[in-house]
């Protein structure tokens, strides 16, 4: 079977977050050499990047820029330079915005997700934001814009066509964020394409999505299938499309390359996938 015609698909592994643990799953990958594990049979599988948060000594999520360069350091020996690194910024309700860019300060990463209402939490951050952002941009910081709700996109299209922030790198979709059980459906893709849709300034933006609960792979598929990327992975589910608990993320990863490729859509070239989501080094 043979979909029209798209560009080709990047896949990011989310292999851990910030909430679950090994009691979840014991396969959910805590210390840095399990994120680096699972990152690497990841990437085997068709990762093309990885989003990855690191845990503190009890294993709670922390913006500690010792343990994210020492990560790093270990991906890129581990995996090379084919594979993209994203860190997060993400608050979990703890972290402000001021730590927030004091953690990509430090870390200077080659890509960073940052939730759009966490970074603009407080009126008062609006120029700090925006040296922050331009300072970004100089470092070639590739910034995904984590999008929960539509309205995150009409704040981030006002501050780009105010010119107080530059023209986002990539946008990520959260589908079913704060829907009840955060069980996320395909028709949750609608309301963020419409939104896209009102803004000259995103609509060549390249965008992905993230689901929970056990029609994620349908919702990776439906955005795939209207040109958009995926991240998968523990973060957000454990359940292959038939309803099974998956062994790891790598077989996630597995398991959605396969789909996608019966579609007849073929995975980016490392070089491809930088391009996509416009991440300009290391």
Same mark, same amino acid.
């Given at each position: 079977m043979h979909q029209a015609a798209r560009e *080709?698909?990047?896949?990011?592994v989310a292999p851990n977050g910030a909430r679950r643990t090994k009691a979840d799953h014991p396969a959910l990958p805590i210390t840095q050499a399990e994120i680096v594990d699972?990152? =690497? $049979?990841?990437? =085997?599988?068709? =990762?093309? &990047? =990885?989003?990855?948060?690191?845990?503190? @000594? /009890?294993?709670?999520?922390? %913006? $500690?820029?010792?343990?994210? %360069?020492r990560l790093t350091e270990a991906l890129r020996a581990r995996c090379g330079n084919d594979l993209i690194i994203q860190i997060t910024t993400e608050a979990l309700g703890?972290?402000? *915005?001021?730590?927030?860019?004091? +953690?990509?300060?430090?870390?200077? *990463?080659?890509a960073v997700s940052?939730?759009?209402?966490?970074?603009?939490?407080? &009126? $008062?951050d609006e120029q700090a934001n925006a040296d922050f952002l331009a300072w970004a941009a100089s470092e070639q910081i590739a910034i995904q814009w984590i999008i929960y709700a539509p309205d995150d996109l009409d704040r981030l299209a006002e501050r780009i066509d105010a010119r107080t922030m530059p023209e986002a790198d990539a946008l990520l979709f959260v589908l079913g964020r704060y829907t009840a059980g955060q069980q996320s459906n395909p028709v949750d893709i609608v309301p963020f +394409?419409?939104?896209?849709?009102?803004? *000259? #300034?995103?609509? /060549?933006?390249?965008?992905?999505? #993230?689901?929970?609960?056990?029609?994620?792979t349908d919702c990776l598929v439906a955005a795939m299938t209207l040109d958009g990327d995926a991240r998968i992975g523990f973060e957000n589910n454990l359940l292959h499309a038939d309803g099974s608990v998956a062994a790891d /993320? &790598? @077989?996630?990863? &597995?398991?959605?390359?396969r789909t996608v490729e019966k579609l007849g859509f073929e995975p980016a070239t490392p070089a491809e996938a930088r391009k996509r989501l416009n991440v300009r080094r290391p």
């Open positions: *080709p698909f990047v896949i990011m699972a990152v =690497a $049979d990841a990437h =085997a599988a068709g =990762a093309h &990047a =990885a989003h990855v948060h690191v845990r503190d @000594e /009890n294993g709670q999520h922390v %913006l $500690d820029a010792d343990r994210y %360069l703890r972290y402000t *915005p001021t730590e927030q860019r004091a +953690l990509v300060d430090a870390v200077r *990463p080659e940052i939730a759009m209402r966490e970074l603009f939490a407080d &009126a $008062d +394409l419409e939104a896209r849709k009102r803004h *000259p #300034c995103l609509q /060549n933006r390249p965008w992905s999505v #993230c689901a929970f609960g056990a029609d994620e /993320n &790598a @077989e996630r990863v &597995a398991a959605l390359t």
